[in-house]
């Protein structure tokens, strides 16, 4: 006697016996990215928007003025303990003593009167940074920027000798206060406009890649609706 031929159901898990597991809903456009695939087929879009991004700061980068810059050093040292009470003066607070006065608003005026006014007392102050050692609080650097070596010089020199005098009545009796390094001759900052060039080159492509993923997910979206 036949065996019945037995019949073969489907079994959707969690649910009744016999039914069709439904099928899948496909993603949607834009959810997955697939980068390798979009630079083989969009690379022409990469390079055009890299190009006309890149223009703009380019030629700023390759035509702005070069600045230059000029440094100095100031040696500050705490009075020595004397008797009969052996004050003790932290260094740091000498040191932090000149850095303020060399900072104020007042020598930056004094600056800028010696310069005949150009530069003017914001420009000094927004052209000049002075800081302090951080391990032995023994040095002060002072750095001036200028549109020439000749200009970036003679502002960090004029701001000392218009700094110091003040700064030494500013300081305990005693501290020593006196120029360790004179301003050196301005050297051009950066020393090479390649390492901009080449954040801008690089920026530019990733904007283009962007919009190349924009114009990917779009045209998908597109084809996916119609």
Do not use: C, K, N
């Amino acid at each position: 006697m036949e065996a019945a031929p037995q019949t073969t159901r489907r079994v959707v898990e969690d649910g009744p016996v016999g039914r069709e597991a439904p099928p899948q809903p496909s993603p949607p456009a834009g959810r997955s990215l697939d980068v390798w695939r979009i630079i083989r087929q969009r690379w022409w879009i990469v390079a055009i928007a890299a190009v006309v991004l890149a223009i703009a700061p380019l030629g700023l980068v390759l035509t702005a003025d070069t600045e230059y810059r000029s440094e100095a050093l100031v040696a500050v040292a705490p009075p020595e303990p004397v008797e009969p009470d052996y004050a003790y003066v932290p260094a740091f607070e000498t040191s932090r003593t000149v850095r303020d006065v060399l900072v104020s608003r007042g020598v930056a005026v004094a600056t800028s009167d010696a310069l005949g006014g150009d530069p003017t007392p914001d420009e000094v102050q927004s052209r000049v940074a002075v800081t302090s050692d951080p391990d032995g609080w023994q040095t002060i650097a002072v750095r001036a920027d200028g549109p020439s070596a000749e200009e970036a010089r003679l502002l960090a020199s004029t701001l000392m000798g218009a700094g110091l005098p003040p700064a030494r009545d500013a300081v305990r009796e005693r501290s020593r206060v006196v120029v360790a390094v004179p301003a050196s001759q301005g050297q051009a900052i950066p020393d090479s406009p390649w390492v901009a060039v080449a954040a801008v080159i690089g920026l530019s492509v990733l904007a283009g890649f962007l919009v190349a993923v924009l114009v990917d997910v779009v045209a998908r979206t597109r084809r996916h609706t119609g």
